[in-house]
């Protein structure tokens, strides 16, 4: 059984800059931020990217994918990639309105896992 | 998320469903555009994740609803569109009323090419529909208890495309299909990739009702009601037209292309149906028909041997229920005409001849028999042959034509005889052209026919005599052969079937070991020394056959007498208590003969001897009658003749008789042939060999079977009621023929007699209660 392992490697990648394929442009206005990550990595965790980079569905730029996504926030969309990349979530020290915000966030992506332990939390 | 962000009073101000609905409104018109933009192949334009987020919201603040009835709503509006601007253009031009006016079913084709893409287009449609509709999916579809909404498009698409209420689009679609079909197994090459996709369409719609495929629903009774009527009436055609292994050819040919159009373009489930549905028409329906077609039906393939045409006649009638059934009857009733007519020529040969068992060649009853059996046996490898060649060596057709053979063979009253002297004459002259094994496989082949005799008895009794004449003339080719023989015999029936065989056998070597015994007993007597070699064979009465109480008589020379006491005494001072009987008419003897020509040594019977010595004393020309031999010798008539026979009537002359003729009359002369030639020196003259019985010599023989009958089934009736004390009738009589059978079929009323007479002899009682229970008295 390996999975420790596994699991180590795949969130290295997370701050790992070769082979990244994904810009996406999170949040609104001064409270924007850009986060580059691997088309594979969420599609492979997450029905909701599967969808929005399939052929059908994709939008590229200079051989990146790029993806908006307006309602939510960075330290929010930071969150939820870590949870991604590492299947780890540290809430100890949030406030309160950043877990429901987590919360809505991870209902509208239907990751499920997540919203279930979020809702269980609260 | 703005909505989360605006506090709600618990007073809910009118004008806000006003707002909540113009957002709806607004959101839903963006997302309905959407759609349609997706329908016409425009998505490059559309966002992924404002589409989604969109829905998400509407979903979110309860509109999951209108949602999914806006949906319905736009793609059922496109479908009816799709319905008339594509689907019904293409309808094939001759009408959904007769597809035969488009006999190059291209229209048809076109047709199914347009549907093909239109499901393409509708699926493709439904998936990025579906991508952007998924929160709906999830959350909405799943508490609403709704259909997803990729599932919904089936649904549309099967209301509004292929059950369309407007159109006759499903009549189109099913005619179409069917005629494709039709144009196919004519021989008419059809693009199966569009027949294919829109068989997978039908297959991949659920019928609501029924929860099954609407392939199944709307198609495949159809499909199956037409092939149904096709292979009624190509059935009918092909029967008319084409001989047995043609039309088989053809039904083969049949299946092979349903079950490969199933494969390629129908459901998996359809194969059986479909199956069954040539079999019954093509097969069942003229299995008779074909089995007896004329000149090339099941009888002529036999005759034939048309192995090839046999095989698939057997794998195809194993089709059907009755298939093999009319195919084993027919094969059967076949074996039995085939056995029925070697039954004949042989019963026609033996009567010709039959009655005078002493007049004309003496070899003929021998050769009828050897016939017989060979000619059984010849049928019997040709249908070996079939079976193995043809059948699969099924064992329900062997077990049909072994009752065939058994039925025919038991037909023949001889057979037990035949076989036996089919075995005698094997192991006289088996080595001669025939190297051992394969006189072992005759022999084999002859325990198969052995198996089938159901009077085991009566062949034993045969069997008896013939290897008697064997042992005692010293005709037996092979020692080996002759324990191989009574091997196989003893692995059918068991030891108690050989055991008198074996005795016989034993009687031989003992008796080799008591002449070396009696030489040496010779050599170291005083006695004088017998004036003739003395070889004396002691015979178990009750193992060979002979009839002790009717010990043949003959008066023999005095040289022999004299001989024959110096053995008996030599015998006899050995094992007290014993009593020796002479069976002259069992021996032989080497006698010389000065001819004008030359000396002769004759091996002769000891009859013959007896015979010849007589004119010893003669003068030459000088001739006894038949009274006068008859008088002198007292060998009994028959015999007398038979000898007589072989000296003066066969091949070697050594007897002239007068008049001249075949047969031996009371006042025939005989004179001693003193110009006898002959190229060798040494001569044998054959004793009547081995033949088939006469008339009176096989009534005799039955009498002593029945005889022995009797007391089989007394002996068994015995231990069966000494075991058991106390049986009711029918359960004594069960058990009886029980352990007789493998001898013989004994018939109830011959054991009820048995029983009778052994209550007479009080070895059993009838119960006092029941008169149909018996009780053992020991």
């Known amino acids: 059984n390996f999975h420790s392992g596994l699991v180590k490697d795949i969130s290295l990648l997370l701050n790992d800059s070769n082979y990244l394929n994904v810009t996406i442009h999170v949040g609104e206005n001064e409270n924007a931020e ?89 | 998320m703005s909505s989360r962000k605006q506090p709600k009073g618990k007073i809910r101000p009118p004008k806000k469903p006003n707002s909540a609905d113009a957002q709806f409104n607004d959101n839903w018109d963006r997302l309905a555009q959407a759609i349609r933009e997706i329908h016409k192949k425009n998505a490059s334009i559309l966002s992924f994740e404002e589409l989604y987020r969109n829905a998400y919201n509407m979903v979110l603040h309860k509109n999951g609803d209108k949602l999914y009835n806006g949906v319905r709503e736009v793609i059922t509006q496109h479908l009816e569109e799709v319905a008339v601007s594509q689907v019904v253009p293409a309808f094939p031009l001759s009408g959904a009323s007769s597809s035969q006016t488009n006999p190059n079913g291209a229209g048809g084709a076109n047709f199914l090419k347009v549907l093909k893409t239109v499901w393409e287009d509708h699926t493709t449609c439904m998936l990025m529909i579906r991508d952007i509709l998924m929160y709906m999916d999830r959350v909405y579809a799943k508490t609403a208890n709704v259909p997803l909404v990729y599932d919904l498009g089936l649904d549309l698409f099967r209301d509004t495309i292929v059950r369309s209420q407007n159109y006759p689009i499903q009549n189109h679609l099913l005619e179409v299909l069917l005629q494709q079909i039709k144009l196919e197994r004519e021989n008419e090459i059809i693009d199966r990739t569009n027949v294919k996709a829109s068989i997978d369409m039908l297959l991949e719609l659920t019928d609501a009702s029924t929860k099954d495929t609407v392939y199944a629903t709307d198609f495949e009774n159809k499909f199956l009601e037409t092939s149904s009527e096709y292979y009624r009436v190509e059935g009918q055609m092909l029967v008319g037209e084409y001989d047995a292994p043609e039309y088989m050819k053809k039904v083969d040919k049949r299946l092979n292309e349903e079950e490969q159009r199933v494969r390629h373009y129908l459901s998996q489930t359809t194969e059986p149906k479909i199956r069954n549905i040539v079999e019954e028409e093509l097969i069942s329906k003229h299995l008779k028909t074909v089995i007896e077609m004329e000149n090339s039906g099941l009888i002529p393939m036999l005759r034939n041997e048309k192995m090839d045409d046999l095989g698939r006649m057997y794998k195809l009638f194993g089709r059907v229920v009755k298939g093999h059934d009319e195919m084993k009857s027919a094969i059967s009733d076949y074996i039995r005409e085939l056995g029925k007519a070697i039954n004949e020529t042989v019963t026609s040969n033996t009567t010709a001849e039959g009655g005078n068992a002493a007049s004309g060649d003496k070899q003929t009853g021998a050769t009828v028999a050897v016939r017989w059996v060979q000619e059984v046996l010849d049928l019997k490898d040709k249908f070996d042959k079939v079976q193995n060649l043809a059948l699969s060596n099924d064992k329900a057709f062997q077990t049909s034509f072994n009752e065939a053979f058994e039925y025919f063979i038991n037909k023949n009253s001889k057979s037990p005889e035949f076989i036996s002297l089919f075995i005698d004459d094997n192991l006289k002259k088996g080595l001669k052209g025939k190297t051992e094994e394969e006189v072992d496989s005759v022999l084999d082949k002859t325990i198969t026919l052995f198996r089938f005799i159901g009077e085991k008895d009566v062949f034993e009794r045969y069997y008896k005599q013939h290897l008697a004449k064997r042992l005692l003339l010293g005709r037996s080719v092979s020692d080996d052969a002759e324990r191989g023989m009574i091997g196989k015999l003893k692995v059918e029936c068991g030891y108690q079937f050989t055991t008198k065989l074996e ?270 229970v018996y009780n053992y008295l020991a």
């Open chain 1, 34 to 122: 850009e986060f580059k990550a691997h088309s594979i990595i969420l599609c492979a965790r997450s029905d909701y990217f599967k969808c929005a980079f399939s052929n059908e569905w994709v939008t590229m730029n200079n051989n990146m994918i790029t993806f908006n996504k307006p309602n939510i926030a960075p330290k929010i969309f930071e969150m939820i990639l870590k949870y991604i990349y590492a299947g780890e979530l540290d809430l100890t020290n949030q406030p309160g309105e950043n877990i429901l915000e987590l919360l809505v966030a991870s209902d509208e992506l239907v990751i499920e896992e997540l919203f279930e332990h979020l809702q269980d939390y609260l």
């Open chain 2, 503 to 772: 005795g016989m056998f034993n009687d031989m070597r003992i008796s080799s070991d008591t002449m070396t015994d009696f030489k040496e007993y010779l050599d170291k007597s005083v006695l004088e020394k017998p004036k003739l070699d003395l070889s004396v064979t002691v015979l178990t009465s009750t193992f060979w056959p002979m009839n002790l109480s009717a010990s043949p008589r003959c008066n023999l020379p005095p040289e022999l007498t004299k001989a024959c006491g110096t053995f008996q005494n030599f015998y006899l001072g050995r094992h007290s208590g014993r009593r020796l009987t002479w069976q002259s008419n069992m021996g032989t003897a080497d006698i010389r003969g000065s001819f004008k020509a030359r000396k002769h040594e004759l091996n002769v019977s000891t009859y013959q001897m007896v015979i010849l010595l007589m004119f010893n004393d003669k003068q030459d020309g000088e001739s006894l009658s038949y009274e006068q031999i008859k008088g002198e010798s007292d060998i009994p008539e028959a015999d007398l003749k038979r000898n007589l026979q072989s000296l003066a009537c066969a091949k070697y002359k050594i007897l002239v008789k007068e008049p001249k003729g075949k047969e031996i009359n009371p006042g025939d002369q005989f004179n001693f042939n003193n110009d006898f030639t002959a190229p060798l020196q040494r001569i044998k003259i054959q004793t009547v060999a081995s033949k088939v019985e006469s008339e009176g010599e096989r009534k005799e023989t039955r009498e002593k079977v029945e005889e022995a009958r009797k007391h089989q089934t007394e002996a068994a009736i015995v231990r069966i009621m000494k075991d058991r004390k106390t049986m009711e009738h029918n359960l004594l009589i069960a058990e009886v023929v029980k352990q007789l059978q493998s001898r013989f079929m004994p018939n109830p009323a011959l054991i009820k007699k048995r029983i009778e007479a052994l209550i007479e002899r009080e070895y059993l009682e009838r119960a006092t209660g029941d008169r149909r």
